[in-house]
């Protein structure tokens, strides 16, 4: 530590803070070096030349020289391997138990001494010497998994491991959790390790929040997802690869995955990019959709203050005809920033004022940080400290870190009773009227101006009754934390789907709720890298997420608010927030130019809450993010996937968002078909780049060529809106009507469109044929 650390610690959390916080660092600094023994002299291990085989349902076991593969293809053609005996199960990322391997295929012997299991979908095929391949079925060639290498430490303890990958030439990495340079993810390396950045973050910072050894592949011959499961520390070293030109060899894409213990299973799905994300989150969990009117725009910040401020914010919002659905209140209505509590001085009557908002049509949402206060008297802690809820070192001391209320303990979230216990709490927060929560500071954070800020990696976890410590469970505190949240909400209001988003997590997070993208930083690179990160955590699984709209830190410029505003109002979660020193963030502080056209992206996000709503029920029935990349129907179209700066909504909407200062006109990249700007009804033709116009007042929106999109009408009630088809071809979408904020069945309703005499006819598709729709139908793009 130097002193510029050290003066970085003392602005963040202030000098007692900080003083403290170098303590705490320090402290497990030493208990780190008392119980995790230094590594000493390793014994390095590859499986050998292979000895025998054993064919099971669905696949086998390979045994080699100094090792042993398991290999399964399960039920819908999802992909299962393990070494050395790891199993599917335990697993914090499945939602259940694993699929049924398919019994229609076996394990039988391969060319050169290898074997290899033959599937409907999906080949496999083990080498001689331990080397797994992926194929299609006509026998291309996805994955190559080298063999393994092992390196044991000689006196015990966890072995660490590399696992290297190939993948074809022309192959784009994109996944690994939120990844502010992606979605596409260049060459260079990745850190497997949730991490709060200390502040605000921009392209350049990674890791994030959110970190996941979830990849996903996607080349000419077909796309494919790899999930290593294994939660411990690691890095991920990508390199795209480079085709050859004329007789020259092509160089494939690489991968190369280096853990620091845990076991070395690996899970491969293959098909579309639709088919991929299916698969897996048929095997991690389906999204929990938000409630409808978390749909809808809502506004944060850290430092409301008072009941008083709250009240003027949201009045603010009516009386210049801007919708808002949800305020979120941050650590400062706490009181003294201790969790399940209130401010009484400034927010003397809550549950007075959640009712008052919500007859308004508003509801709150509550900050739930993870750390309690260490203090007798302090209720959480002493209900927490009599259960022995909370993180203990290997002297069964309680672990201690420093957050916002000073000397803290943390619940041990991988305990199932610690969770229980935990979800109980949230009875308070329903009590003063919240409708939902967001968790924050759960990497867990530990503030230290040094080193990593969270935990030591010595601190004992149960694991659901296995045993172990922070190096394992640390990727997986706020995904059960998370889970805690989720079932206790569940718990205590049953009829009611639970609202709740989560800053770290890991995979499977998408079964309790959503996340967003943390503090990122006011700029246009911050603004660059909100939709990287929505884009990315999509595409592994975790389709409800957005950013801070303008920014956490620093003061945006109003047109960069506005550009932010725009891009914010067609992501899933639409929330302004910011940091206690940064400035307001309402539409109406940045001039009366900015609010008017702030106003029209509101008006407009409230005009496609139905398309929203459909969206968020087929995510949860198909895992499809409702932001996806441009290749996302057609990735076998390398332009698009090169394509970082705009997005679909859905199959129906292109989002070109204006991601650079000064910019009125921008170039956007078309997938094939016939494409309307929504604001001219001018058609284009794809595939192929077009100019268009992106004045202040609104970002490129093109709608499909067909599409049938559910909207709200001008009078508030429901109507389809139909985009005409191109000649000779027909249209249609897909429609989930609001099945309200509990558990009903989502019924997915389907439309079609095509041209009649001159004129677009909208059906709906039933089991007795076409009728008529029951919305009205509003044609555009004729």
Not at 527 to 533: D, E, I, M, N
Not at 584 to 591: D, K, Q, S, Y
Not at 676 to 692: F, H, I, K, S
Request: proline fraction near 8%; glycine fraction near 14%.
């Amino acid at each position: 530590m130097d002193g510029r650390e050290l003066v970085r610690s003392m602005k963040v959390v202030g000098s007692v803070q900080g003083l403290r916080a170098i303590r705490s660092a320090w402290r497990g600094r030493r208990t780190d070096a008392r119980e995790l023994a230094p590594r000493g002299a390793e014994r390095a291990r590859v499986p050998g030349p292979v000895s025998g085989a054993e064919p099971l349902p669905g696949g086998g076991t390979v045994r080699f020289a100094r090792a042993e593969l398991h290999v399964c293809v399960t039920v819908g053609g999802a992909v299962f391997w393990g070494w050395d005996g790891a199993e599917p199960l335990p697993s914090y990322a499945l939602a259940d138990a694993p699929p049924e391997p398919d019994t229609r295929a076996g394990l039988e012997p391969d060319t050169d001494g290898g074997w290899r299991v033959v599937s409907e979908r999906v080949t496999v095929a083990v080498s001689r010497h331990g080397g797994v391949e992926v194929r299609t079925p006509g026998g291309v060639v996805l994955r190559r998994e080298l063999p393994p290498r092992w390196w044991e430490p000689v006196g015990g303890g966890p072995a660490r491991w590399v696992q290297r990958s190939e993948v074809a030439a022309d192959a784009r990495f994109f996944g690994l959790g939120g990844r502010a340079s992606g979605p596409r993810l260049r060459d260079g390396t990745y850190r497997l390790w949730n991490t709060d950045p200390g502040g605000g973050f921009g392209p350049e910072d990674d890791p994030l929040y959110v970190t996941m050894p979830v990849q996903l592949v996607v080349a000419d011959g077909g796309t494919h997802l790899a999930f290593h499961d294994n939660s411990w520390d690691g890095r991920v070293t990508l390199r795209e690869g480079e085709e050859g030109a004329g007789s020259g060899h092509d160089r494939p894409g690489t991968s190369e995955l280096r853990m620091d213990g845990g076991p070395l299973r690996c899970w491969v799905m293959t098909g579309t990019p639709a088919r991929v994300l299916h698969s897996w989150t048929a095997l991690t969990g389906a999204p929990t959709p938000p409630p409808s009117w978390a749909l809808g725009p809502q506004h944060a910040r850290w430092g409301f203050g008072s009941e008083r401020e709250v009240r003027r914010i949201v009045a603010g919002y009516r009386e210049r005809g801007l919708p808002l659905s949800a305020v979120h209140l941050d650590i400062d209505h706490y009181d003294a920033h201790q969790v399940f509590t209130v401010d009484r001085e400034q927010f003397p009557d809550l549950p007075g004022l959640a009712r008052e908002l919500r007859a308004d049509g508003v509801r709150l949402v509550s900050i739930v940080d993870p750390a309690v206060k260490a203090e007798p008297g302090n209720a959480v802690y002493d209900s927490g400290a009599a259960a022995g809820a909370f993180v203990r070192d290997a002297r069964e001391r309680d672990v201690q870190g420093v957050v916002w209320p000073g000397e803290c303990v943390y619940p041990d979230f991988t305990d199932p009773e610690v969770r229980e216990w935990w979800g109980g709490l949230y009875e308070e927060r329903l009590a003063q009227g919240f409708a939902g929560v967001w968790h924050d500071m759960n990497e867990p954070v530990s503030f230290a101006p040094f080193g990593d800020t969270t935990l030591p990696r010595s601190a004992r976890h149960r694991l659901e009754g296995r045993g172990g410590d922070h190096r394992e469970a640390h990727n997986v505190y706020g995904l059960t934390m998370a889970r805690a949240g989720f079932e206790g909400l569940r718990r205590l209001r049953p009829d009611e789907r639970p609202f709740l988003f989560s800053r770290s997590g890991w995979a499977g997070m998408q079964r309790y709720g959503g996340t967003w993208s943390g503090d990122v930083s006011t700029g246009w690179p911050g603004l660059r890298a909100s939709l990287s990160l929505v884009l990315g955590l999509g595409l592994c699984g975790v389709p409800y997420s957005g950013p801070d709209v303008g920014g956490f830190d620093g003061s945006p410029s109003p047109e960069l608010y506005l550009r932010w505003f725009q891009l914010g109002a067609y992501l899933p979660l639409f929330r302004t927030h910011a940091a206690i020193d940064a400035g307001r963030r309402e539409p109406w502080e940045f001039g009366p130019e900015v609010l008017a056209h702030a106003r029209a992206a509101l008006v407009e996000r409230e005009r496609l809450r139905p398309y929203f709503v459909t969206l968020a029920q087929l995510a949860r029935l198909t895992g499809a993010p409702y932001a996806r990349p441009l290749w996302w129907g057609a990735p076998e179209d390398r332009a698009l996937r090169d394509c970082e700066d705009a997005f679909l909504l859905g199959d129906a909407l292109l989002v070109a968002p204006v991601l650079e200062r000064g910019a009125d006109r921008r170039a956007v990249r078309l997938p094939r078909g016939r494409w309307y700007d929504t604001a001219t009804e001018r058609a284009y033709d794809g595939p192929g780049q077009v100019l268009l116009d992106a004045p202040r007042s609104r970002i490129p929106v093109l709608a499909r060529a067909g599409a049938v999109i559910p909207v709200q009408g001008a009078d508030g009630g429901p109507e389809l809106e139909a985009w005409a088809p191109a000649a000779g071809r027909a249209g249609g979408g897909l429609v989930v009507r609001d099945p309200g904020d509990g558990w009903r069945k989502a019924e997915v309703e389907r439309y079609t469109s095509r041209m009649v005499n001159g004129e677009v006819r909208v059906s709906r598709v039933t089991e007795n044929g076409p009728v008529e729709p029951e919305w009205p139908v509003r044609v555009k793009g004729r």
